[in-house]
């Protein structure tokens, strides 16, 4: 089983976390979403657009039908400026997007993680909602990568 450091911050972003992942809970999963409407369903990465169009205060919606899974991380360093891949790739702290694949041949898989230690919101084909992580069931995962915002204190401005 896999082990993480879970490294605290302050209560508002926790907070802040928590209610922008919240507001997708209990969505389902669909294969081509719209962040539109919620309601129209999420898959992984949507989800995580999703959550963080709202904490970065961004409008204008992505086109999704041109992007591939693998092509998200790139995407969401040009969108959420300045968010980078971390060294400390056991630390996780509230509204770090995790990313993983079980193995290569594995599409791969994509969290954020929530305000409260080792909770983690997740978009499967369950829907959206909260959990452990799903990541750390697996002993040797083919990849684990962390990426994190270095202005997560302007989220709650």
Aim: hydrophobic letters at 40%; aromatic letters at 16%; a positive charge.
């Amino acid at each position: 089983m896999m082990v993480i450091v879970w490294r605290n911050l302050s209560k508002d972003i926790c907070d802040i976390v928590n209610k922008y992942c919240s507001f997708w809970e209990g969505s389902r999963y669909v294969c081509e979403p719209s962040l539109n409407d919620p309601a129209s369903g999420v898959n992984c990465a949507t989800f995580v657009t999703g959550v963080f169009d709202k904490l970065y205060k961004i409008d204008n919606k992505p086109d999704f039908k041109q992007l591939k899974f693998s092509d998200y991380p790139k995407f969401w360093f040009k969108r959420y400026a300045p968010i980078s891949s971390t060294k400390d790739a056991v630390i996780v702290e509230p509204g770090d997007i995790v990313y993983y694949k079980i193995n290569k041949q594995h599409k791969g898989h994509v969290l954020i993680a929530g305000g409260m230690r080792n909770q983690f919101w997740e978009a499967t084909l369950t829907g959206v909602f909260y959990s452990r992580g799903s990541f750390m069931q697996h002993e040797n995962l083919a990849t684990f990568k962390i990426y994190r915002s270095k202005v997560k204190n302007q989220w709650i401005l």
